[in-house]
Each structure stands twice: as structure tokens, then as C-alpha cells.
């Protein structure tokens, strides 16, 4: 028999799998999710919804009143929005429906590892430009690499994990000049309040997408893509059949039609980010970075040896310390006002 390795596809023998260490701590503020569970009405709400479901039938494919809800949460048509299990998925659809052209994915750097480790797993050409020294968008040198006609942006606005979004000017002469599919992920849009949805109509290259995982139901893994019609229309012809779940349907389309309990954890999440940058800010040999997020980045003096003794005293967050923009850099999510005392507490110690 053949050695595995070699049948494996050349992109992905250096691919190494996503891994997120989760040592068993107290206080974990590393994976950017909402501190606030359901409440209890909500719940008891998703519960009665759950108990109608049939489960020896398959869910709705078309997801039709979930698709209703998002579009008349973002003001777009029913049409214009596809659903994926997290947008992880919706990001495999993108590349798999419009690249294998020989063109390439192009993206800033740092910016979210998926967009790198999905289009290579495809086998597409991926062109990294480093973010300029505000971690703002290079335009000259993004521009200069969107030679090839059919390449595929990815941007996240707020860009994960620098915090910032990134300038709206320089996004749209990226969509002015671009040739091929800019996808502007929209992930932490409910912490920035900016988006490109009202662009839609004057980019028709221009893809949206929006997640529910970090206002509380990163369990459902629910990603949302919104873009022109004949682009969802495409994006769907590469879609698993039957890719949400029917409980992912009931319990999404609970918390969108009772949306308070999102925005009241929001606004909680923002104003914590508020306080948690002045108490960094107080903190010898810590640098921090301007957020529009649900997280803040900072440099410390050594990341490993901080990241190592934050575990000791029982708080978890993500150590991006690497060669480059990222020297020494780690970024805390913003929890509730109890997790983010003890991080600080931790941190000042």
C-alpha cells in the first residue's frame, strides 16, 4: 500500500488542524463569545419550540422563516440571505463557487486563520499583505496584488484579532477597483455598530456576512451571508443540503424574534470594553489597542511568560505572541464585570 501522505493533497499536507488549548481554568476570556447565557423566558421559549419539532424529519433546506427573520433584522430581501453553519461554512462556499480559476485569495495580515486555512484546503493561491503599522488596510500594496481578475477578498471589519475596523474609504476603492468577489465579514458588527450592508446596491461584487456566535449563541453555530441575489443564488448551488438543523432553526429564529436579551448583553459587552481599556491603560508595560470589538488587544512586556502565569491564578485568554505585528501581543474577550475584575486582578499581580 502507498504511504498516506503521499495521496494526501499537496495544500493540505501543511495544514495542521484548528486547536484552541483549553486548560481547566475559572475564568475564560479567549474565544470571543458573550459572557450571557439565554434568559430564562427565552429559554423556556426555545424549550416549547423545541418540544413541536419532528425529529425523524428532515429540517426545512430552504430555512424560510429563519432567512425571513435575518432579512427583516438587516432590511434586505429573503432572497439576498443564505444561511451556513457558522461562517466557516459560508467561507468554504465562497471559495468553492467562485474560485478554481487560477486566480488567488487575498487577504491582510493578521487577520482570521480560516480564510488562510479553508482556501488552501481548496487548493487556491493565497496572497497575505501585512496591515500597515495603525494595523489599518496597506491600500497601495492590496490593491497592486488584486491583479488577478477573478481573486477573492476576504476583510474583517472589525478585523479579528487586531480589534479595529478597518477604513471604510479604503474599502470601498478596494470594491471600486476590484475585479473579483470582496467579501467584507461583519462578524463583530453588533460591538462596531459600521457596516457595508447599504453598499450592497452599488457593489455588485460585494459579499456580507454576520454570525450569531458572538451575541451569545456561539452553540448554534449560525453563520449568515447577504449579498445581490444572483450571488446567494450561486453560492447556494455548492450548499450541503439540509446544512441547519432544525433545533438551529427553532432556537436562532427565538432569539431574533425576541432580540432584546442580544442587545441588552451588547450593550452590557460595550460598556465593560469601555472600562476594561482605562484599567489596562493604568497597567504598567501593557499596551493596548483601539477595539471596536468584543475583545481588546494588548502587547505586554513577554506574552508567554504573562499568557503562563494569568493560567496559574485561573484565567484564560489567547496568546497571539509571533514573529512580526503580532510580537508579545495577546488579546483578552471582554466577559462579564466578575470575569473582567479577576483577569485584571490577575494581570496587575
Known amino acids: 500500500m502507498k504511504e498516506i501522505s503521499r495521496l494526501v493533497r499537496p495544500s493540505v499536507r501543511e495544514l495542521k488542524a ?25 429559554r423556556e421559549l426555545v424549550a416549547r419550540e423545541i418540544e413541536t419539532l419532528d425529529f425523524n424529519r428532515y429540517p426545512d433546506p430552504s430555512c424560510a422563516k429563519l432567512r425571513d427573520a435575518f432579512a427583516l ?14 461562517s466557516d461554512e459560508l467561507i468554504q462556499m465562497i471559495i468553492m ?12 495580515l493578521p487577520t482570521f486563520s480560516m480564510y488562510r ?32 481578475r477573478r481573486s477573492i477578498t476576504f476583510l474583517s471589519y472589525p478585523n479579528n484579532p487586531t480589534g479595529n475596523c478597518f477604513s471604510e474609504a479604503a474599502i470601498s476603492e478596494i470594491l471600486e477597483k476590484s475585479q473579483g468577489i470582496v467579501v467584507v465579514d461583519e462578524a463583530y458588527f453588533d460591538y462596531s455598530k459600521k457596516s457595508f450592508i447599504s453598499r450592497l446596491k452599488d457593489y455588485p461584487n460585494l459579499i456580507i456576512l454576520r454570525t450569531l456566535s458572538k451575541v451569545g449563541l456561539a452553540s448554534l453555530r449560525l453563520g449568515a451571508l447577504i449579498a445581490s441575489e444572483k450571488i446567494t443564488d450561486i453560492v447556494n448551488r455548492v450548499r450541503l443540503p439540509y446544512n441547519i438543523g432544525s433545533m438551529q432553526q427553532a432556537v436562532a429564529l427565538a432569539a431574533l424574534e425576541s432580540g432584546s436579551d442580544i442587545e441588552k448583553g451588547v450593550g452590557l459587552i460595550i460598556k465593560e470594553r469601555a472600562r476594561m481599556c482605562e484599567l489596562l491603560s493604568d497597567i504598567e508595560g501593557i499596551e493596548i489597542f483601539r477595539s471596536d470589538s468584543n475583545f481588546i488587544l494588548f502587547r505586554a512586556l513577554d506574552a508567554d511568560l504573562t499568557f503562563n502565569a494569568l493560567v496559574k491564578r485561573g484565567v484564560l ?15 483578552v474577550t471582554i466577559g462579564s464585570a466578575e470575569e473582567n475584575d479577576s483577569f485584571i486582578n490577575a494581570l496587575r499581580n
Open 73 to 86: 433584522r438587516l432590511g434586505v430581501r429573503p432572497a439576498q440571505v443564505l444561511l451556513g453553519n457558522g
Open 317 to 331: 485568554i489567547r496568546n497571539l505572541n509571533s514573529d512580526g505585528a503580532l510580537k508579545n501581543c495577546l488579546r
Open 18 to 42: 484548528y486547536h484552541v488549548s483549553e486548560p481547566d481554568v475559572a475564568v475564560k476570556l479567549h474565544a470571543n463569545e458573550s459572557p450571557f447565557n439565554l434568559s430564562e423566558k427565552l
Open 117 to 148: 486555512n479553508i482556501a488552501l484546503s481548496l487548493g487556491e493561491n493565497v496572497t497575505s499583505v501585512p496591515l500597515d503599522s495603525s494595523f489599518d488596510l496597506d491600500l497601495p500594496a492590496m490593491l497592486k496584488e488584486k491583479g488577478a
Open 97 to 108: 463557487a467562485f474560485g478554481g480559476q487560477g486566480g488567488q485569495v487575498l487577504i491582510p
